[in-house]
């Protein structure tokens, strides 16, 4: 990565924040091995673990009270079994990017989906929270690039910023070498929903929940 790149830019990657979580309990919860797992750069971090097509690199580090993880290749962190994980008794918030280039957010608490959309596309929002993410981000998406404005609503609910030099400096990084292994051994049942799929917005697609 170089030093002009951010996150905005990456046609794929998975990000999770959740509060009051350490890094090792994110890595316990996404199924790694934390023994394995070492601070490093990212330079040095993709250099001692290549990623593969049978691989996922973890990195994980805080931002204040909350840990955050972020995957680029063969991302896990979306999935239910780990999202539910994360919020369990907190909160968390996962933005993710497929390789088809379609963007989610979602905002879940202890468990349950309370928000899902897709950034810069306010028709597509299903849910509601008091802290209107949706409409945060598709306000600021008419000056920035819908992830990058997505970071920006997520700094102001957390905190602090995710900055390239965060993502780029020594964070908690580990591999799992099978996901797909890792993912089969847990149950992976629908996320609980603030309301019935027929009350959401008819302006737009349903998103939420996704499932791999």
Do not use: K
Not at 39 to 62: K, M, Y
Not at 138 to 155: G, Q
């Amino acid at each position: 990565m170089s030093e002009s790149w951010n996150l905005g830019q990456s046609g794929q990657f998975c990000l999770t924040l959740s509060a009051g979580r350490s890094p090792e309990e994110v890595l316990e919860i996404y199924g790694a091995d934390r023994s394995r797992a070492r601070w490093l750069s990212s330079a040095d971090c993709f250099t001692e673990f290549e990623p593969t097509a049978t691989n996922t690199v973890l990195r994980v580090g805080t931002l204040g009270d909350w840990s955050f993880c972020i995957e680029f290749e063969n991302p896990i962190g979306f999935l239910n079994a780990v999202v539910r994980g994360l919020s369990v008794n907190s909160e968390m918030i996962t933005i993710s990017r497929t390789g088809n280039s379609l963007t989610i957010f979602r905002y879940i608490v202890n468990g349950r989906l309370v928000e899902s959309f897709e950034p810069g596309n306010l028709s597509s929002s299903w849910g509601q929270s008091e802290h209107e993410f949706s409409r945060e981000v598709h306000e600021r998406s008419a000056t920035a690039n819908t992830v990058m404005a997505s970071l920006h609503v997520i700094a102001e609910h957390v905190g602090h910023e995710l900055t390239t030099e965060i993502l780029h400096g020594p964070l908690l990084s580990v591999v799992i070498d099978n996901p797909e292994r890792t993912v089969l051994a847990h149950p992976d049942p629908r996320l609980q929903m603030t309301a019935a799929p027929e009350t959401r917005s008819t302006l737009g697609r349903y998103l939420g929940p996704l499932s791999r």
